[in-house]
């Protein structure tokens, strides 16, 4: 089984391609959706223990959270240290059970691949890009995003030009769904007849 990593900065488009790999039949382990679900379940009293007040109703309060950790390094590794490695349960059992039902080829959707080593977990890195213009106007369209908090967010990312170095195979999101939808054939194409091998 190939282990294909997607990664790219923010607001370049990796939900829409992960999707896109979903549609095309590929297993997509998303790392953001397993946090979502955590912070709504095993995560919640943990974090709650360490970071008093921002949960309620056995659910993370994400803006309270993110106002606990923002600016404050050791905060945000102990929220690290609490997070990851019940992510890491999670993506492990999605392997193996993609694996058990014979999938020849899967997709892990991880944000901060390089940032937190995983791409030493997988076999090769898929990366999506955009100009830069075009990333900041469509992070910038989100309901509550701010100029510093895209800066803030931007400077705890590997930067786009050293992500795709770094990439067996980038997809530029600005082309076009079309388009970003071939290359992504292209490549369940490539890495599943590799598998054959």
Do not use: C, W
Request: aromatic share 4%; charged share 30%; net charge negative.
């Amino acid at each position: 089984m190939i282990v294909l990593g997607l990664t790219g900065s923010i607001g370049m488009g990796k939900s829409t391609t992960a999707q896109m790999f979903l549609d095309a039949g590929v297993p997509v382990y998303s790392a953001d959706e397993t946090v979502h679900r955590l912070y709504s379940g095993k995560a919640a009293p943990l974090i709650e223990q360490d970071f008093p007040g921002t949960t309620s109703d056995g659910e993370v309060d994400r803006a309270k959270l993110s106002a606990a950790v923002m600016g404050k390094p050791e905060a945000l590794q102990r929220l690290e240290e609490i997070v990851h490695p019940l992510v890491r349960t999670e993506e492990n059992r999605f392997r193996q059970d993609s694996e058990n039902s014979g999938a020849k080829l899967v997709l892990l959707d991880i944000p901060l691949l390089f940032e937190t080593g995983a791409e030493k977990r997988v076999d090769k890195v898929l990366v999506v890009t955009a100009p830069k213009e075009v990333q900041r106007e469509r992070v910038l369209a989100r309901e509550g995003m701010t100029e510093d908090k895209l800066e803030a967010i931007l400077a705890r990312q590997v930067p786009d030009a050293e992500k795709r170095n770094r990439a067996d195979f980038i997809i530029d999101t600005s082309q076009g769904l079309v388009a970003a939808r071939e290359h992504v054939q292209q490549i369940i194409h490539s890495l599943v007849d590799m598998s054959a091998d």
